[in-house]
Structures are given as C-alpha cells and as structure tokens.
T-cell receptor, first 113, second 115 residues
Framework: KNQVEQSPQSLIILEGKNCTLQ??????????LRWYKQDTGRGPVSLTIMTFSENTKSNGRYTATLDADTKQSSLHITASQLSDSASYIC????????????FGRGTSLIVHP | SQTIHQWPATLVQPVGSPLSLECTVE??????LYWYRQAAGRGLQLLFYSVGIGQISSEVPQNLSASRPQDRQFILSSKKLLLSDSGFYLC??????????????FGNGTRLTVT
C-alpha cells in the first residue's frame, strides 16, 4: 500500500531560525514528489517537485532534497519568517495508473517572533 | 491563466439538510478534477475524482456524491448531512496532459459546519 509519512507532526521555531521537515514514502513505482504549503484556511500550493534523478532543488529559502534509494525527502527552510507559519505537505505520485497522488498528513510549522 | 473558483467559503447547515458545493475551473480544458476533505488537524482525504464529463470515481463510502455536468464544473452534494460531514472541503484540478507531472491546483476551500 502506498504511504507517505511526515515528521515531525508539528514544529515551533523562532523567526530567523532554520528548520528541516522530513518525509518517508513507500509509493512505487516512484514518479515524483512534491512539497506543498498550506496556509490556514486556504488550499495547498505546490512549492517544488522532485523527480527520480534530482537530489536537491531550491525555491527561494526552501530547499528540498530527495534520496530515491532510501525513499526519503526533506524540506529545509532557511532564515524562517512569520509568513512561513503553515502546514507543509509531502505528496508522492506513482508512475502510470490514475492521477491520484498519495498525501502525507503534513507538518504544522509555527514561527514565533 | 488558469483559475479555480470554489464557493461558498463558509457554510453552516443543520443535520439532515441537503448540500451542494460548486467548483469551476477557468483557463484550461479537459482537466482532472478532485474533491478532498480535511478534518481539523488531519491530512487531506480524497473523496472523488473525475477524468471527464460524467466520469466520477469515489474513493470512500460516504454520505456524499459528486457530479461533473460540464468539463470544468465539479459539484459535491449530499441529500442529508450528518454531523460527521463537517470539515474543510477542497476542490482541485490537474492538467491531464501532463499526467503525474502536473501539480494539483486547489481552490480556497469551503468550511462546512453541520449543527
């Protein structure tokens, strides 16, 4: 069964600090992995996509990594800002079949001033 | 550019009343369409998805139904709401031509409270 597990479930950090969110998956055969950001009361928005051949990809202060061998991904946020407070969701897609990706439950990040 | 509209933003309904949530997409054609539900503090649960007009797949047995009367319109319905139907409902679309490389584009959701 395809599964996506995220850790930690929640995280509180001070503004300006860095943090790393983790994602482990068992989706197979692997197609791609996306990180989404969901602000409170809004729909999720895609931050970055990782394919099998990619190890690292950055989007501003967000850097995603992928280890396809261990089936792990991380999202590193540098110099956090108050606006980074949100839920970060790891979503993994499999090759072929229907267009239904597998969602993790998300990590709730709170950035305090 | 493509946009997705979902309404209403909030809704309070009594138990046993009907429900109709509407979602429309602009700026694209032949999209995949999805309805998700998110309970408080929980992840997104896929309720229905559609790859074409009149083609609806249900992921979980429930009190809800979905319809796609037009290419870019997706409707979530219930004949009689239950307390357990409360939650945050999200509509999304993806580009079928891009397959699994297309992100899901979400609407801003409907907060449903069944009292």
């Amino acid at each position: 069964k395809n599964q996506v597990e995220q850790s930690p479930q929640s995280l509180i950090i001070l503004e300006g600090k860095n943090c790393t969110l983790q994602c482990n998956y068992t989706v197979s055969p692997f197609s791609n992995l996306r990180w989404y950001k969901q602000d409170t009361g809004r729909g999720p928005v895609s931050l970055t996509i990782m394919t099998f051949s990619e190890n690292t990809k950055s989007n501003g202060r967000y850097t995603a990594t992928l280890d396809a061998d261990t089936k792990q991904s991380s999202l590193h946020i540098t110099a956090s800002q108050l606006s980074d407070s949100a839920s970060y969701i790891c979503v993994v897609s499999a090759i072929g079949g229907s267009y239904i990706p597998t969602f993790g439950r998300g990590t709730s990040l709170i950035v305090h001033p | 550019s493509q946009t997705i509209h979902q309404w209403p933003a909030t809704l309070v309904q009594p138990v046993g009343s009907p429900l109709s949530l509407e979602c429309t997409v602009e700026g694209t054609s032949n999209p995949n369409l999805y309805w998700y539900r998110q309970a408080a503090g929980r992840g997104l649960q896929l309720l229905f998805y559609s790859v074409g007009i009149g083609q609806i797949s249900s992921e979980v047995p429930q009190n809800l139904s979905a319809s796609r009367p037009q290419d870019r319109q997706f409707i979530l319905s219930s004949k009689k709401l239950l307390l357990s139907d409360s939650g945050f409902y999200l509509c999304a679309w993806s580009n079928r031509g891009a397959g699994n490389n297309s992100p899901l584009h979400f609407g801003n959701g409907t907060r449903l409270t069944v009292t």
